[in-house]
């Protein structure tokens, strides 16, 4: 096991590496700089400013000195909020993102287990096309089409549920929620399906069914386990997803968490708060696709610890 995460855990470091310079170069090579909105500033004083954050410095030494910050665990100062690190800024919409990831990745494992579940103890079936005819309308529909949607019928139709915010109102974090996980539950319908159709067709099924055990103690006892298995390989991606998803659900339901602020750091040109974003996102998807293969590998026997599988 430990080699297993030491090589998943070193595959990780080349691949972040990648994104801070991709981004950073990226960044740096797009029209404009931070300060550019400061129409009123005389030159001398963007200059100033750009010789304090070292925005004239050649672009390999700003990457040079940005690498050696993010290694001591410093994301550096925000060019848009001043006296705030991008660390604060980050850490304080944080808990409101994992907590949207949190309860988006819940409704998706509700709906889509028992969906798929449902379809998979009666396939060719009413019970199975229904629920897989449902999983393809969340796959094709994207969150900023459902989003608004979805505040159309209950926000404004019937004014069950209010249009924006987080926390701040009843019920205010249900329709991001959904619409969040609303895809993300399609696809694990679709998995837990194939997953118990897979099992349900092996040789200890069929001898478990010989010996007269009922049909959901089978399903939930002999064949849940192995079943849920493609669903849990999915859910480290999918949750990491969740969060970088967020962007566009944050923005529409005006939740200020850490997708609206790239959304906004973007718009204002803020490099650092820019780059401490994509870095943290890339980090927590790398974290989660580690976690996954672990429970993964845990409770597949076949899967080999050695990193080959």
Known sequence: MFRFVLVRFLQAIPVLFLVISITFVMIRSAPGGPFDSEKNAPPE?????????????????????????????????????????????IFNGLPITLELGFYAILFALTIGISAGLLAAYKPKSWQDYLPMSFSMIGICLPSFVLGPLLVLIFSIWFEWLPVSGWGQFNGDKLLPSIT??????????????????????????????????????????????????????????????????????????????????YIQAAFNRDYTMIMGTTIFFAALIVVFNLISDIIAAMLNPRISYQGKN
Do not use: C, W
């Not at 200890?204 to 849920?228: C, N």
């Open 45 to 89: 004083i963007i200059q100033q400013l750009n010789e304090r954050y070292h925005l004239d410095d050649p672009i390999i030494k700003q990457l040079g000195d940005y690498l050696g910050n993010i290694l001591r665990g410093d994301f550096g100062p925000s060019f848009r909020y001043p006296g705030r690190s991008v660390n604060e800024i």
């Open 180 to 261: 969040l996980g609303s895809a993300y539950a399609a696809y694990i319908s679709r998995l837990t399906r194939g997953g118990m159709l897979e099992v349900l067709s092996q040789d200890y099924i069929r001898t478990a069914r010989a010996k007269g055990l009922s049909e959901p103690r089978i399903i939930l006892v002999h064949a849940l386990k192995g079943g849920l298995l493609p669903v849990v390989t999915f859910l480290g991606p999918a949750f990491a997803g969740l969060l970088s998803g967020s962007f566009i659900i944050e923005t529409i339901f005006q939740i200020p968490g850490i997708g609206r602020l």
